[in-house]
């Protein structure tokens, strides 16, 4: 069952992981490490084979994958024998990336992507595909009445304003081409009344919001250690310090706050209270692909008595993301064949910032994954729309 | 219900902690903080109440309660204000400390031990003793050939040998009393075939070994996030730098190799491979009564990428465990009370190195805890000897 | 010859640790840790004793000595038995501290400020007086004509403007009383064109600014380690998490960035580059008056290796800045007793942002204060004046 | 003035790295950092040019440099062009290892090392040779009665006993030969009165002991600090987790010993007593060419208050030590040709264990190189002899 995944963002170095790594797993050059669809308790026949994913994707910026696995190479994220060995097989995904139009209003440019995504799943003769946006983080959205409904929305996007955020009018051009949807970011994406009504109406499953891949991943088993305790977490700080493209971005503020306020989230919801302290992140570039992370928890025990946990975390995200968006691929794409519609909130495990109003503890997460593949493999006796 | 908590090392740090925390919870001048059975999950009717628990125990040294008391409020371990506002109620329970024989043979030894257990009991109209072992860990037990069977225990501890270690001949009188055993240190207790036997022969539950206070708490939930995200964790490094009297005991190499050997099970059984690494102690007098540890785990991500983390704890070891003792005084008394015998291995939450084959993932540890309690609360629809 | 030491913020935490200090020493109830004119390489004849010191000061706050003194005992800075047994002489230095008049222009809250300076002087007999600003951190000094020039700047106190920020109004008023000054914040203080030829035309010697208790201290000897390694710092990131006063004032992005430009200061001047990377301060509230700072430096060695370093600093500012405000008030006094006027540039030992063009080495900085104090213990064969 | 670098372990990854370091320096191909003797302080026409110097070598294994230096940079630590460019040039310095004997008594060894550092400085037309130890750490050495005396020496290398550890073998065979001797090892090397004897009877210089790469270079300049802001430091712990060759070695304990012993020195000399704590050192595979090391210092303040500093330290030894290695090369072949005999203590900054009896303090060691090479630029004022 051949099975697209459309990357926006497709030549970032999160996509050309994915892309790379999806190559080399087919090829038997490189071991499952990092895809949690591969552990004995989630695995199973519902899931397209990694030989059965067919990559494309949309990007802004122009360089080709192999120059960019190249420099991935030469980073230490990827190793330059895989790189050099799968070069053929990078050019034929080079073919399938299109440069995203920008000409036109929103609704043109919306058209465009629908005909990309159609003819795509034409051309390879897919049973479906999964959009999946790995691109760069946008400033939070600004409110537009159209935003609340399907039709005002149709009607403005024909119009001269910037209606949706890049991110949205992706997640619009993906929910009207029949496509699940997966984000992988903290941008807006399907997070707008307007197309969650349009996912429904166009009977496809959408996943997110935000890769927890590192700080966050920590905090998700961690708080819950402090809570399961009785512990009393009294402050929690933290600051990440990346370089790289998302550096970058992350920098500017107005990114970096929906960015923040995702990460915190974990915390109140988890603990019943927030802790003193907040969350940074600062552009280094000399960290190139890597993030450290360092956090200081102080907290009380029995009598009050202070205490304190400090953690560094030096994680390369792109190695940390890219077998979770081939993951969330599979998932998301097994899901949509099982017929479940609408916002997929038993994937909560990979979010930073999950769908739904469910537990944010790791562990739990996990339960709950286990139970979903474990129905997505046998047919699940409970309704799959449920 | 008047339940007895006999302490064996009764004026050592976690005691004088535990004794003064439940004695100012009692009063209403602390709150549940690091009580495990205070929280909603947790707590319930089956326990007794903290108001209850009635305190004695047994130590080697002879330095007063209060002294102890004082010297932890000068430590930063208590507040000073609570040890000053709770004198009476020290001297009370120090009139129940008792110093350990030490003449005779063994059997001389025990039966002098169950005398003060009973004479304990009848005293304050207990329901029922729990004896909890918080002295200092020993070195790595020496097999004898009467270790095997009841029957010969019996007959060698009559002889002249000294044939169980001390942590051994308190778990051997207190099952010989009638009362439950729980061993909070790495010692051997009750972990003999000849004392497991009689403990079932004269039904009582027991449950141990050695609280999970600090960097085994965080391997236990750190392990199963690399496992659950299928990272491959290529090595866990750690020194714990520790002061206090269990410091200096454990210098001894003989009981480090004890400790060690504890906290390395839980990375082999999680991960199902045991990485590069070792655990150390050491010695450093400094620190008093707190703890820092440090450990570093290097691990793989996609396609072989190394990544790292890095953790320092810093510790009080009497208030992490304190709470856990009391927890731990409420729920064997609770089994024993719903006619639970043998080996608590739904209590595996709380040790570093739990009876039975279980999980040693906090989160799981967890569910079993609380499903336990709830058969507790509900009078339990399966068989409580189960 | 009685000193007298006059504390901008007497009421503060710094000044407070510093009076019981210096009692306690005179007391000969605590040791000299920390006190750097108490090493043998500093100490000598010229420095006046501990017992030669009489404190006064001014604050805004009313909360007397013996309650800060007090909470500090309670939050673990200080001996609580110190402050038991130095009552009375807190109280004592308690009616040497006033509250700084609010009314009036700056010209008659400069001429108050001066009555209070001399009548300390004369009602004590104190040989000199050195005036130190311990006050909370200003924000950054608003420009003003005004500050160019001492007669425009008379002429423009007489007038409606607050033409000075409260570090600069005391500085004004310490060198018109012909008090020395010393600057231990960051605050703008003397620097300001106007008040350093005032400084000159009365003979009064000054220094500052910034006291060097944590952070900097060690970059002013791990970036020499860099530089005289010859490896090559690429990025230096920094996190100071801060309870206690100076941490809400700081939290202030204005008086912050102050701070925070000072702390860059000392790379780039001694590695000849300014490496990637930014200093942050957030206030945490549970650190009360401790302080933690975690940096971490990337650099490379030979053929371009990258390495990295990372520090986690713990420290109690109050314990650190204390026995400096001591020394350079114990200094400062004894250069104005050895006739030096203008800014003690020697003294750079002590800051973050010394005065004059010097090295930021520590080592170096050792070096010329030990010759500084040779100088004033012997006579010194060099013009005291140069 | 052609220089021979003799390397005794030259297929080690020290001696590669150097080896690789300066081809690539004469070649234009990187830069000197790492390279002390190329700052503008140290650097001057007493030097010889990286492109005068020529190497050669002994070792034991049988890995040619072009193998291990293509290890080397999959590993990270050498760039992979810089090793595939330098192929031929690394092919002539191959021709110039040789395989140590090992038939015979010590006597005949000694010669055909004796004529191996002949017949190389012959071939080249040297100037002269400096033989450097950069092979693996030995155990502690067996004393012999021959230790105390040349001639007994001599006597004994003729007979059948090991009288010599292989350092020290080396170090008699280099000053026979009239060759400068530098150790970078903490191995037993000329540490030995019959050898210094030697050295001063062949009128060469010589320099150690243990190259100063890491924690140690850390110690050097934070236990400064300490002693130079009078606090008590109360405790010192550190582990070293190292993987590479010498990983293997040092957890041995034996040479685990030696090499802790030298660096427990920095400090009690430093501060003028010796904190509580221990540093251990610890094998980790997965680390490979890198090193991690953790240490813990807690201090006191002023009135006793306690506070601590942790560092992590995550380096290269090889990229660290190499350009050392040819720093010290450089320096003691200008100190051999300005007549320098004996002792070289104004190296003392490069080691872990300097020899003779001075500064711990890395400023003050820093203070004396820069002297020391001023006078060796100059045609030095004083005996260079002296």
Same mark, same amino acid.
């Given at each position: ?55 494309? @994707?949309? !990007?802004? *910026?122009?360089? $080709?994958?192999?120059?960019? &696995?190249? =420099?991935?190479?030469? %980073? /230490? ?81 024909? @119009?001269? !304003?910037? *209606?949706?955020? $890049?991110?949205?009018?992706? &997640?619009? =051009?993906?929910?009207? %081409? /029949? ?208």
């Amino acid at each position: 069952m051949r099975t697209g995944v459309w990357l926006v963002g497709a030549r970032g170095s999160v996509a050309t992981t994915s892309i790379v790594g999806a190559l080399a797993l087919r090829a038997g050059m490189a071991g499952p490490t990092g895809c949690v669809t591969e552990l004995p308790e989630v695995r199973g026949p519902a899931l397209p084979a990694f030989a059965d994913l067919v990559f494309g @994707g949309h !990007d802004v *910026v122009a360089t $080709p994958l192999a120059k960019r &696995a190249e =420099a991935l190479a030469e %980073a /230490g994220v990827l190793p330059a024998r895989l790189v050099a060995a799968l070069s053929e097989e990078l050019a034929a995904v080079e073919r399938e990336v299109r440069t995203a139009a920008s000409g036109g209003n929103q609704a043109d440019r919306a058209a465009a992507l629908v005909r990309d995504l159609t003819e795509f799943r034409d051309r390879h003769r897919l049973a479906r595909v999964v959009v999946v946006n790995v691109a760069a983080t946008e400033p939070a959205c600004r409110p537009h009445p159209a935003h609340a409904d399907p039709d005002a929305l149709h009607a403005a996007l024909a @119009g001269p !304003d910037e *209606v949706l955020p $890049p991110s949205s009018l992706y &997640a619009y =051009a993906a929910v009207t %081409a /029949g496509c699940a949807y997966v984000d992988f970011t903290p941008s807006t994406g399907l997070r707008l009344p307007a197309l969650a009504a349009l996912a429904d109406a166009h009977r496809v499953p959408y996943a997110g919001h935000d890769g927890k891949t590192g700080e966050t991943l920590l905090k998700s088993v961690l708080a819950p250690m402090f809570a399961m305790r009785h512990l009393a977490v009294r402050s929690w700080s933290g600051i990440n310090l990346l370089g790289g493209g998302d550096g970058v971005t992350l920098a500017d503020p107005a990114a970096n706050a929906a960015k923040v306020r995702s990460k915190q989230r974990v915390l109140d919801e988890t603990l019943g209270y927030l802790p003193q302290g907040d969350t940074r992140i600062d552009y280094v570039e000399d960290l190139g692909d890597f993030k450290t992370a360092w956090d200081l928890i102080t907290f009380a025990g029995f009598l009050g008595t202070g205490m304190r946990l400090e953690f560094t975390w030096h994680g390369c995200d792109s190695a940390l993301a890219a077998p979770l968006v081939l993951d969330l691929a599979r998932l998301t794409a097994a899901a949509h064949a099982a017929g479940h519609t609408g916002p997929l909130t038993d994937l909560a495990f990979f979010f930073k910032d999950p769908l739904g109003d469910g537990t944010h503890s790791l562990a739990e997460q996990w339960t709950r994954l286990r139970a979903f593949t474990r129905r997505l493999h046998t047919g699940g006796a409970d309704d799959p729309r449920g």
